[in-house]
């Protein structure tokens, strides 16, 4: 198992997981209203997610009886580690992070119940404008990364592999950087390109400090980027809850596949009060043109092993684990009738 999300996830003592287990096995009611407290933590708060964010602000978990808390883990890993600890109901994230946790031999391991994305939401992003790239320009330059073992960094080193690039030979990848901040290190480092997630890749544009020259969502293909998921512990003692909660994302899908960039900008702008509307609704265009939000949230076989062949060429899997125990389509499937 590689040094990341596995190794410090299977430290954690089963005791304390069966206890954290047992003391949310009572899922508490928000005072005078009726309504379930839910718990999730997500791994970036981006428009990457609109169809979440829609489902929000359009009263969709308040209709299925869900108060949601929503809390931005700033990473896979420390979502993870929120979801295994108890501090969270239900993770969001790259589904990877549930396969280290299970490989690492958890008890009580997190089980993927609804797919959200169904491709890579970064971009390439250079310090000039490159109407004509291809990914062979990278062959000695210095590209800003992002964390081993993560997503983002292993759909980038998979679109290198498949146009015969070596990532640890052909270039330099500075993975020093933390999560979110390659973008601010990009306009006063010596990197040539960075990888970044919107709003910053946008931002970079705007600002006049780079230029996004490719996106990893059309070059990877359809990957399942990032799901839902809950211990077993939980899925077992709320179903009902995993069922509402599967409902009201459902219908942020139904939204976001039905109405113009323009008014899903609108609906969302409360949850990005920083960034102005005409930028929100570019966003979420870029993001609708490349197909990115799945139609519904059914986490298939074939998208589950596609995951486990990126995470074996990045030498990220010890060993494959089986799709029936780390994913479960019962609910999405109720949702989506």
Same mark, same amino acid.
């Given at each position: 198992?590689?040094?990341?999300?596995?190794?410090?996830?299977?430290?954690?003592?089963?005791?304390?997981?069966?206890?954290?287990?047992?003391?949310?096995?009572?899922?508490?009611?928000?005072?005078?209203?009726? &309504?379930?407290?839910?718990?999730?933590?997500?791994?970036?708060?981006?428009?990457?997610?609109?169809?979440?964010?829609?489902?929000?602000?359009?009263?969709?978990?308040?209709?299925?009886?869900?108060?949601?808390?929503?809390?931005?883990?700033?990473?896979?890993?420390?979502?993870?580690?929120?979801?295994?600890?108890?501090?969270?109901?239900?993770?969001?994230?790259?589904?990877?992070?549930?396969?280290?946790?299970?490989?690492?031999?958890?008890?009580?391991?997190?089980?993927?119940?609804?797919?959200?994305?169904?491709?890579?939401?970064?971009?390439?992003?250079?310090?000039?404008?490159?109407?004509?790239?291809?990914?062979?320009?990278?062959?000695?330059?210095?590209?800003?990364?992002?964390?081993?073992?993560?997503?983002?960094?292993?759909?980038?080193?998979?679109?290198?592999?498949?146009?015969?690039?070596?990532?640890?030979?052909?270039?330099?990848?500075?993975?020093?950087?933390?999560?979110?901040?390659?973008?601010?290190?990009?306009?006063?480092?010596?990197?040539?390109?960075?990888?970044?997630?919107?709003?910053?890749?946008?931002?970079?544009?705007?600002?006049?400090?780079?230029?996004?020259?490719?996106?990893?969502?059309?070059?990877?293909? !359809?990957?399942?980027?990032?799901?839902?998921?809950?211990?077993?512990? !939980?899925?077992?003692?709320?179903?009902?809850?995993?069922?509402?909660?599967?409902?009201?994302?459902?219908?942020? &899908?139904? !939204?976001?596949?039905?109405?113009?960039?323009?008014?899903?900008?609108?609906?969302?702008?409360?949850?990005?009060?920083?960034?102005?509307?005409?930028?929100?609704?570019?966003?979420?265009?870029?993001?609708?043109?490349?197909?990115?939000?799945?139609?519904?949230?059914?986490?298939?076989?074939?998208?589950?092993?596609?995951?486990?062949?990126?995470?074996?060429?990045?030498?990220?899997?010890?060993?494959?684990?089986? !799709?029936?125990?780390?994913?479960?389509?019962?609910?999405?499937?109720?949702?989506?009738?």
């Amino acid at each position: 198992m590689k040094k990341n999300v596995g190794r410090r996830l299977a430290g954690l003592s089963l005791t304390a997981v069966l206890l954290l287990s047992s003391f949310t096995a009572c899922q508490s009611k928000t005072a005078g209203t009726g &309504l379930t407290k839910v718990t999730l933590n997500e791994v970036a708060h981006s428009i990457f997610y609109a169809p979440q964010y829609a489902a929000i602000e359009l009263g969709y978990f308040k209709d299925e009886g869900i108060d949601l808390t929503l809390v931005n883990g700033a990473g896979a890993d420390k979502v993870m580690t929120a979801l295994v600890s108890g501090d969270a109901d239900i993770g969001f994230m790259g589904s990877e992070a549930s396969i280290y946790t299970y490989a690492g031999g958890s008890e009580d391991y997190a089980v993927n119940f609804a797919q959200l994305t169904q491709r890579a939401g970064n971009f390439l992003v250079a310090r000039q404008p490159d109407d004509h790239f291809t990914w062979d320009k990278l062959k000695g330059t210095k590209v800003l990364g992002g964390r081993a073992g993560g997503m983002p960094q292993m759909v980038f080193e998979y679109i290198l592999k498949k146009n015969g690039i070596d990532p640890k030979l052909d270039l330099t990848i500075d993975q020093s950087i933390s999560f979110g901040l390659t973008a601010a290190a990009f306009t006063s480092d010596d990197s040539d390109y960075t990888v970044e997630f919107e709003p910053f890749a946008t931002g970079l544009e705007l600002e006049g400090n780079g230029y996004v020259v490719a996106s990893l969502g059309t070059d990877s293909g !359809y990957v399942p980027y990032t799901a839902y998921s809950a211990r077993q512990s !939980y899925l077992k003692a709320h179903p009902e809850v995993i069922q509402k909660f599967t409902n009201a994302i459902q219908k942020g &899908l139904d !939204y976001v596949n039905s109405h113009s960039a323009e008014e899903i900008a609108k609906t969302i702008q409360p949850q990005f009060k920083e960034t102005p509307l005409e930028n929100i609704t570019a966003i979420v265009e870029r993001y609708k043109s490349q197909d990115t939000w799945k139609e519904d949230t059914i986490f298939e076989q074939e998208s589950f092993e596609l995951l486990q062949n990126i995470l074996e060429e990045a030498g990220e899997l010890p060993k494959r684990v089986p !799709y029936e125990d780390l994913v479960t389509t019962e609910y999405a499937k109720k949702a989506k009738k």
